[in-house]
């Protein structure tokens, strides 16, 4: 059974930086497709981005592309989410989920089967 640990959450203001990392065990980690969500209290999980390395293929939610990186490194079984120019909007518990289904491209929660514990994110102004 594939486990899902994310790290590295925290307070930080306006434009700043926080790094996610979702560390991935458990399974083959060439056959996950990995996701971010988030979740702002009393709103829904929203997806954030995900990356299908079968593929090569990213996705990015509108809302932060062009400030948000997400990557792989293989060698640590590891998917990070690098969050740029945070803006308050932009708190929340962050979630990182996987599937095995190489046909999914983007961060839509329903097609994930397996998700971390979440890491709170907290942006002040």
């Known amino acids: 059974e594939v486990q899902l640990v994310e790290s590295g959450g925290g307070l930080v203001q306006a434009g700043g930086s926080l790094r996610l990392s979702c560390a991935v065990s458990g399974g083959t980690f060439d056959d996950y497709v990995i996701g971010w969500f988030r979740q702002a209290p009393g709103k829904e999980r929203e997806g954030v981005s995900c990356i299908n390395k079968g593929e090569g293929r990213i996705f990015y939610a509108n809302s932060v592309k062009g400030r948000f990186t997400i990557s792989s490194d293989n060698a640590k079984n590891t998917v990070y989410l690098q969050m740029n120019s945070l803006k308050p909007e932009d708190t929340g518990v962050y979630y990182c989920?996987?599937?095995?289904?190489?046909?999914?491209?983007?961060?839509?929660?329903?097609?994930?089967?397996?998700w971390g514990q979440g890491t709170q994110v907290t942006v002040s102004s």
């Open positions: 989920a996987a599937t095995r289904d190489s046909r999914t491209y983007y961060p839509i929660e329903v097609l994930y089967d397996h």
